[in-house]
């Protein structure tokens, strides 16, 4: 899958976080969306880094949680005070970086190879989510561009939303 496309569903997936922390967002709007954009592109590094053919343990449901886990113990073994770093490792950046990762991980199980859900747990190498229409292939363009198009009008909501609770 297309690397913008995976920014896009990351995206879209922010809208989660959006709700579990209506009303107490510590996190601006944009920081949250480049937060889940970037933790939806870090699986990816075991076959850019790690030159891997195959998916691994980063595209895993075991790895999401070690992220989430991580970044949320940081602000208690580090000592973060109080601040806006503190907002991007404590439980809303934590929750925000699980979100992208399990953003891609759900997108690559929608592909023809799928994705390790469980790994190392259980070695079902190419685990597809059951009762979804047809695979996305990398080079359907029309399927990644509507996905595109998707986040981006979901994006341009969550500024406006941000931007009004400037003025309320």
Do not use: C
């Not at 709007?29 to 590094?45: E, K, T, Y």
């Not at 895993?60 to 886990?69: H, I, N």
């Not at 806006?84 to 439980?91: E, F």
């Amino acid at each position: 899958m297309e690397s913008r496309t995976h920014l896009a569903i990351g995206i879209m997936f922010s809208l989660i976080g959006v709700l579990i922390f209506w009303g107490s967002h510590d996190l601006k709007m944009f920081d949250m969306i480049l937060w889940v954009g970037i933790f939806s592109m870090l699986p990816n590094v075991d076959r850019t880094v790690l030159r891997r053919s195959e998916r691994t343990f980063t595209h895993s449901l075991v790895f999401a949680a070690a992220v989430f886990l991580a970044l949320y113990a940081v602000p208690s073994v580090f000592e973060v005070g109080k601040g806006y770093v503190s907002n991007l490792v404590g439980l809303e950046g934590a929750t925000y970086a699980a979100l992208g990762v399990v953003s891609h991980i759900f997108a690559d199980s929608l592909t023809t190879s799928g994705v390790p859900v469980l790994s190392p747990l259980v070695h079902v190498k190419h685990y597809h989510l059951p009762f979804i229409g047809p695979r996305l292939r990398y080079p359907d363009n029309y399927m990644n561009n509507y996905l595109q198009v998707i986040a981006i009008v979901v994006f341009i909501s969550l500024l406006l939303v941000d931007l009004l609770g400037y003025f309320a």
